[in-house]
């Protein structure tokens, strides 16, 4: 009689009367032992949840790479000699009101000046200011050369010294550069150190990080007038750290409305507190395991924990479902939880599966970051089998459920004409006329988002940097940057490289001329430096600066000359051999990115063959995001192809039929689509963060056709009609199924608020996908089933 | 049978194409390679603008020469060099000349349109050498000459390093250029032959030329250059004769001749002289402090207009005895400055072409 698992297993009150050899070797060996996994399972527990205090957080940038790419190979080849490259930090000190050149707002910058240099890890040295020694003007006379510091050794803070300042400022030449265009502020350059002197450590950016907002706060608390803007990639990660704390604050808040979604459900706090715990335990091992593995969570694999535990509390959801039924018949409760794991793990086992089929997926992509979070959520998937499957039957074995809910959850179907508004609504999608409206408008609404999905761009859209939202302090700094100093963050670095003592060879350097000609053509391209403009600059410089020298004139002694003055500047590295050439952008759209890639492409196709010379892609943070555009591009086609290649292949393993594939997985194309089409009303470009959504999107969305088309094509094939079919269906799974797709929503819904761009991008996108994926399921499966499944008529006289 | 044995050439030839560009040695050389059309040519790097018979001409970098009614919207002409062209000159509407970087030459018969290369510098140290041998043969008593065979000796080694800062042509037949190292070609033929004059030119210490002045209807010219050089070099004579009562020692980077027959010279740190009478006498200009004086115009209306290089610009009512600013800005680096269309200055830099409306 337990053969079969649609047979009604039997009602069976006494404990004492229960065949305690039933069911399967597996069901035996956990439920025959139950007390001996619980320890296990506590064991466990407080091992892993131990290591999971331990885990840590990281946001590191190299791990976002795309590291198949040539564009990566390329510089991790040559990152050690190329210099220029460097890791700064940007401060700058501004007033409001009228000028920095007051004696106060002077000492104001000299005091936040001071106040850097003791920071452990800034590089002391190259630290450049108004106010640091090697901050010197120079001017060519008759003599030679006259120069001195710029801020005089006498200087008093008089209107005369101050004069004086300004008058050696533009001498020096850094309006724009260490002083605003408006006179409104000055900029403090600190290059870091890769270690913290003193401790000998990697320098830790977010404890830099809160040194410089203590900074931030300490001169401009109480002054309005004051402000200080801070930007450069350390203060990026810093920002980034602070942020996936943030999320994790949000964690709490999924759990809070998992849980009240849950306890509306079921109406039995008992069994929610117990479904819930055991799912907080899912997320305990997940984190203990991947500490002890070495992982760490970055700001893409934060998100694991939630996915994980969404999607336990939907499967603890269904497992509490059927122990409650069994319950409510009679049935002890260790006999009912045996029950529904004698119905349920395979089922589960398959829908948990398929889950990881849409995170393994992911496993082509050749970014760390994904792969590090295909790994850790396969992780995940794979306790939940553990907690959920088996943790939560076996607790459920010692707690049982509250009598109420029990008899709640058992009551009888009721009949047509007393049922809820909202079944008979989706009943209507069984009968040709609704199902062929619902599937017109499908077909209008797959129209308009291919339409729509045209203008769907590659990578980030909006300014500054794109981890962070625009308007997060510190964008904001960023525009403030842009705005009033000569400066752009979004750098393509190419990476040039010639022999040893190569980089004087003027045939080389006139190269690098075409190239950069080239480059300054391009629309978005706003600056082009590198080895080769500071040597015409300088060969004017030593020409007593008339600018007709400004050119890369054939005299190897001058180009030598200065050549070996930018050598020590760090233009070059002292081999002579390799020197990036930095393209400042206007902005990082993908068409900009192309377009110098396309044009660095084009001049080694005409120029290559003199191999003297190499100009090679890149570095830099807009070279890193045209190499990932490549790559993610190719990637969102591939993994679609992938990830709809693996679900119609599990389709057709479970449903065993062409029309049940194309019912289940139609509907969820539709999402995808719709979901191109989202992210262009929303500004998004296809990019890292939003390939996992796709693939986690149609991996975990097909589980829904697996509940409710199973069920349909089942009932069915005991000759009922569709209608009748549904009905039950939606009495038996379908409510899951709303349920699942509700408490899945809750869990990344909470990411929309968080300070990091991309996480918020897919939170929205992945809640879309998620809803959209249940309504699928719920109107345009059944529509589709209305037109392509025929109820078998030998079946139903069978 | 002819098109069918041409087809046949041109298959043969583009299958040993590849194999004719492996055996001839690739390379990159700004003289063997045409400018390319940019649209943002008036936009990058200028050296020199100048009208001349209400045009409005401008050169650059990488080859870049512009041609302009209005000063406004800018042509670019079909250039065969990718040199940093420093200079042009048109003596006639159709006739103009244009130097540069690497001692190129180029000539335009078209107005501006369209121009071929006549010189570069590979070939100043070659023909000089030739020409300062026979001429010490010829006159073996002139201990000049030795000298001069040694200079174009030592010009060889260096290659085409040289450039030419200013060309000047007194009619479309007769004409001269100037570069550094005080390098100084004539041609009496239109460019077909340009011939050495170093020997005729007083500047010993073969120091660089930087600018040019004259007053029109006179056969004589002003050359102003390093370290306080300043030379009056007569066309019909065909010498240059160094004013040695110049009180300053610094470099003159421009020059402008007033319409009352002085002569201002500018040049580093922002110092300005003048002369009436040929460089008898010298007064220091009275004007405010600024960087280096890059380079001058002489208005239509006779005002003239000196550039300090960090985008100073200083006028002059009175003949340039004395100058103040004008108050406008070129917003940025200056490095040429000239008469514009109806009551405008045209500026150029690192940055292009700027017009700036001239306060009234």
Not at chain 1, 464 to 482: C, H, Q, T, W
Not at chain 1, 635 to 650: P, Q
Not at chain 1, 779 to 791: D, E, T
Request: charged content about 20%; some cysteine.
């Amino acid at each position: 009689m337990a053969h079969s698992e649609q047979s009604d297993l039997p009602v069976i009150s006494d404990l004492q009367k229960f065949d305690y050899d039933s069911g399967t070797f597996l069901e035996r060996l956990v439920f025959n032992h139950r007390g001996v996994v619980m320890a296990i399972c506590a064991l466990l527990t407080l091992v892993l949840g131990y290591q999971a205090t331990k885990i840590e957080l990281k946001a590191g940038f190299e791990k976002t790479l795309p590291k198949a790419h040539q564009f990566v190979i390329n510089y991790q080849a040559n990152r050690n000699e190329l210099k220029g490259l460097g890791n700064n930090l940007r401060v700058v000190v501004a007033v409001k009101e009228g000028t920095i050149f007051t004696s106060e707002n002077l000492k104001f910058l000299e005091e936040v000046n001071d106040a850097i240099f003791f920071i452990p890890g800034v590089d002391r040295n190259g630290m450049k200011s108004l106010f640091t020694p090697n901050t010197r003007w120079r001017v060519v006379t008759e003599q030679g050369f006259e120069g001195g510091p710029v801020i005089p050794g006498d200087f008093d803070g008089s209107d005369r010294s101050i004069a004086e300042v300004k008058r050696n400022i533009l001498r020096a030449g850094i309006m724009g550069d260490l002083v605003a265009n408006d006179e409104k502020s000055a900029a403090i350059i600190i290059p870091l150190l890769d270690k913290n002197p003193e401790t000998g450590e990697r320098l830790d950016y977010s404890e830099l990080s809160e040194k410089l907002e203590d900074i931030r706060d300490r001169f401009t608390e109480g002054n309005p007038d004051r402000s200080i803007h801070i930007i450069g990639f350390a203060k990026l990660i810093g920002d980034l750290i602070d942020g996936l704390f943030a999320v994790m604050a949000f964690f709490a808040v999924a759990v809070i409305i998992a849980t009240a979604l849950l306890y509306w459900y079921t109406r039995c706090f008992r069994s929610t507190v117990m479904v819930i715990s055991c799912t907080l335990v899912a997320v305990a091992w997940q984190l203990g395991i991947l500490s002890m593995l070495g992982y760490e969570l970055d700001p893409f694999s934060i998100l694991v924990p939630f996915l994980v535990f969404a999607i336990g509390v939907s499967h603890g959801a269904q497992k509490l479902n059927g122990v409650l039924q069994d319950i409510g018949r009679g049935t002890h409760r260790y006999i009912a939880a045996r029950y529904t794991f004698r119905r349920l793990f395979l089922a589960g086992v398959t829908a948990l599966l398929s889950d990881g089929v849409g995170f393994a997926v992911l496993m082509i992509i050749q970014i760390q970051v994904i792969q590090d979070l295909a790994v850790t959520a396969s992780i995940g998937v794979l306790v939940l089998i553990f907690t959920n499957l088996i943790l939560i039957p076996i607790v459920l074995s010692y707690t049982g459920v509250g009598k109420t809910c029990a008899e709640r959850a058992s009551r009888p179907v009721k009949s047509a004409e007393e049922m809820h508004p909202l079944w008979r609504f989706l009943l209507l999608f069984t009968k040709r006329g609704p199902a062929a409206a619902a599937i017109m408008v499908s077909v209008v609404l797959a129209g308009v988002g291919i339409y729509v999905a045209q203008d769907l761009q590659i990578g980030d859209l909006d300014k500054g940097a794109p981890e962070l939202r625009p308007d997060s302090r510190y964008n904001k700094d960023v525009a403030f940057m842009i705005e009033n100093y000569s400066v752009s963050t979004d750098v393509f670095a190419i990476i040039v490289k010639t022999e040893p003592d190569g980089c004087i060879d003027l045939e080389g350097l006139s190269l690098a001329n075409e190239l950069e000609w080239r480059l300054r053509q391009l629309e978005g391209v706003e600056d082009v430096r590198g080895l080769n403009v500071r040597t015409r600059e300088i060969m004017m410089g030593i020409n007593e600066g008339f600018p007709k020298w400004q050119a890369l004139f054939r005299n190897q002694d001058t180009v030598n000359y200065a050549v070996s003055e930018l050598v020590t500047l760090e233009y070059v590295d002292p081999a002579c051999s390799i020197w990036p050439m930095l393209i400042y952008l206007a902005d990082h759209k993908a068409a900009t990115l192309e377009r110098v890639v396309d044009t660095l492409d084009e001049f080694n196709a005409d120029w290559g063959e003199i191999d003297k010379i190499e100009f090679m892609g890149a570095a830099g943070s807009s070279g890193f995001e045209a190499a990932t555009n490549i790559v993610v591009k190719k990637a969102n086609r591939e993994m679609l192809f992938y990830v709809y290649g693996a679900v119609i292949l599990l389709c057709m393993l479970t449903f065993r039929s062409v029309p049940g594939v194309i019912c289940a997985v139609l509907p969820l194309m539709l999402t995808s689509i719709l979901c191109e089409a989202l992210m262009v009303w929303l500004g998004m470009g296809v990019k890292v963060a939003t390939l996992p959504v796709i693939a986690l999107g149609v991996g975990i969305g097909v589980d829904y056709a697996l509940y409710v088309l199973t069920v349909i094509l089942a009932k069915e094939k005991q000759g009922m009609d569709l209608t009748t079919a549904y009905y039950e269906t939606l009495n038996f799974t379908g409510r899951v199924v709303a349920l699942i797709g509700v408490t899945l929503a809750a869990g990344v819904i909470t990411w929309a608020m968080s300070p990091i761009k991309f996480q918020a991008d897919m939170g929205i996108l992945l809640t879309f996908m998620f809803i959209w994926n249940m309504f699928g399921a719920l109107i345009l499966m059944p529509a589709l089933a209305c037109f392509l499944i025929k109820p078998k008529p030998e079946a139903a006289s069978a | 049978m002819g098109i069918r044995r041409s087809l046949v050439a041109l298959c043969v030839s583009l299958l040993l194409a590849p194999w004719a560009s492996v055996s001839a040695q690739k390379s990159y050389d700004v003289l063997e390679l045409p400018a390319v059309p940019s649209e943002l040519a008036a936009k990058s790097l200028v050296f020199a603008i100048h009208k001349y018979h209400d045009r409005y001409f401008a050169v650059g970098h990488h080859g870049h020469i512009l041609y302009s009614e209005d000063g406004e919207n800018w042509n670019q002409a079909e250039v065969p060099v990718r040199s940093s062209l420093l200079d042009i000159h048109f003596p006639t509407p159709e006739l103009g000349w244009a130097v540069g970087h690497e001692g190129v030459i180029l000539h335009s018969a078209d107005g501006g349109q369209t121009w071929v290369k006549q010189y570069d510098g590979l070939r100043y140290g070659e023909e000089g050498l030739a020409f300062y041998r026979k001429m010490a043969e010829e006159n073996p008593d002139n201990e000049d000459f030795p000298f001069l065979v040694e200079e174009m000796e030592f010009a060889i080694s260096q290659g085409a390093d040289k450039p030419l800062f200013k060309v000047h042509f007194h009619d479309g037949e007769f004409g001269h250029v100037f570069g550094a190292y005080g390098m100084i070609l004539k041609t009496e033929d239109g460019g077909q032959n340009w011939q050495h004059v170093l020997h005729t030119t007083e500047n010993h210490s073969f120091y660089h030329l930087f600018d040019f002045a004259h007053l029109s209807g006179d056969a004589r010219f002003f050359l102003s250059g390093e370290a306080g050089l300043f030379l009056i070099g007569d066309a019909r004579s065909e010498t240059a004769v160094q004013v040695e009562s110049v009180p300053w020692e610094g470099s003159f980077f421009t020059s402008a001749a007033a319409r009352d027959g002085a002569v201002v010279l500018g040049g580093l740190r922002g110092r300005m002289f003048r002369t009436e009478d040929e460089g008898e006498n010298w007064e220091e200009v009275q004007k405010p402090p600024t960087s280096s004086i890059v380079d001058s115009a002489v208005l239509d209306d006779g005002r003239l207009v000196f550039a300090g290089i960090a985008g100073e610009l200083l006028v002059s009512s009175d003949a340039g005895r004395s100058f103040n600013f004008l108050p406008i800005s070129g917003g940025g680096r200056i490095y040429t400055v000239s008469q514009g269309p109806v009551g405008s200055l045209l500026v150029g830099g690192p940055a292009g072409i700027k017009k700036l409306q001239l306060p009234q």
